[in-house]
């Protein structure tokens, strides 16, 4: 009698592995008050191809990780009362603009000194004024935050930022030589025009009704594949559009909002959202270079402080110049003092644009992760300072 060997799928086998390094990485820095996404990145710079190389499939972590923003983004929308964030339109649109061009200003100044061209200066302002959507919204969450008047304007601005980011993408390609094709042009235009229209129905009727919505309240895998469906369908569509994923799954979340049906779409999707968005985090702690960050500590160190410190300001005098009160608009700017996950594509798209070389592409990136990494316990002191409640 021959015993058939089972293999073990290596994909499993690292998923088990990671799971059980998260859970023992989460006890222990629970100890000393840290939140779950400092758990998560440093799992992924002990696990990744530049730390212990547990995990080898890095690609595979990364997309199961965008799904992650994809799915948070989603649950925000089904959170959010949309007038309010409507009424608050002034600091989300003006506010923005505001805050990229002051970025771009400071980093205009810091170029003047180095001798930075003009597509470098516009890369780096563009990329530090992006402040990180997953980061924000999970603190918000986890401490019952995101409908306060701080979270409200925070909110706002990440929203307006997301939707920047499809101009600066075409701006960069223009300062890189390339310009985007009329076709895409006009798909950019259509899913505005989409997501206006679906916005302004919700507002205008108050209440959309699902089709088949009493069979799908009875049965809970109906439920999952809807729930589903409507998330990564609507994230598909603005990506084919030329626009956010995250966009489409954001107004997706408003839309299922609006059926009054978030009770079953949470619970349906709410194991998935806590998977992706740790795979998220993990795949930003795989881009951690520690033997590079230590070659050039100095260097990266002065950026993250410069960073933290410039970003805060700016986001300060942001909030300041739309009369929201001090305490409110310093806890505001350290929300945003950070800079986000889409900057690693600005930094990506700069990169394969000839706007900056390998040595300050790899500077960049470790820039981002640390601000990522280290903006929670930020936030925090931050937080103590002003004695928020």
């Known amino acids: ?115 930075w061209k003009i597509n470098q200066v516009v890369m780096f302002g563009f990329v530090t004024s992006i402040s ?104 598909v569509l603005t990506a084919y559009l030329e626009l956010s994923a995250a966009l489409g799954a954001f107004v997706a979340g408003i839309i299922i909002s609006s059926t009054r049906s978030t009770k079953w779409v949470h619970d349906s999707l709410s194991a998935f959202k806590v998977m992706f968005v740790a795979l998220f985090f993990v795949s930003v702690g795989m881009l951690i270079n520690l033997n590079f960050i230590k070659e050039n500590l100095l260097t990266i160190g002065t950026l993250v402080v410069f960073v933290f410190l410039i970003n805060s300001f700016i986001n300060y005098i942001v909030m300041r110049i739309f009369k929201v009160d001090k305490k409110t608009s310093l806890y505001a700017a350290a929300l945003l003092s950070q800079v986000g996950e889409f900057s690693f594509i600005l930094g990506s798209i700069g990169y394969k644009a000839g706007i900056i070389e390998d040595y300050a592409y790899q500077i960049i990136i470790s820039t981002i992760a640390l601000t990522l990494l280290l903006s929670p316990s930020w936030i925090s002191m931050i937080r103590k300072a002003i004695k928020v409640e």
């Open 1 to 115: 009698m021959h015993l058939t060997s089972v293999h073990v799928d290596p994909i499993v086998s690292e998923f088990v592995i990671l799971s059980a390094i998260i859970i023992v990485a989460g006890f222990v820095l629970r100890l000393f008050n840290q939140p779950s996404i400092v758990t998560y990145i440093i799992v992924g710079v002990v696990v990744g191809p530049l730390g212990l190389g547990l995990i080898n499939d890095e690609i595979l972590i990364t997309n199961l990780g965008s799904l992650g923003l994809v799915l948070l983004l989603f649950f925000i929308g089904m959170e959010i009362h949309l007038p309010d964030l409507i009424a608050n339109w002034r600091i989300s649109v003006i506010g923005t603009l505001i805050q990229v061009c002051i970025s771009i200003v400071f980093i205009w100044l810091l170029g003047y000194y180095f001798n």
């Open 132 to 235: 990180s959507t997953a980061v924000i919204i999970k603190l918000l969450q986890d401490r019952d935050e995101l409908n306060t008047k701080a979270g409200q304007n925070v909110l706002g601005i990440l929203l307006a930022q997301d939707v920047l980011i499809v101009p600066m993408l075409i701006i960069l390609g223009y300062l890189g030589g390339e310009t985007p094709s009329s076709s895409e042009v006009i798909k950019q235009i259509i899913g505005g025009i989409i997501i206006v229209g679906i916005i302004a129905y919700i507002i205008k009727n108050k209440e959309i009704k699902l089709p088949f919505r009493v069979k799908i309240y009875k049965d809970h895998e109906t439920q999952v594949f809807v729930a589903f469906t409507l998330c990564f369908g609507f994230s």
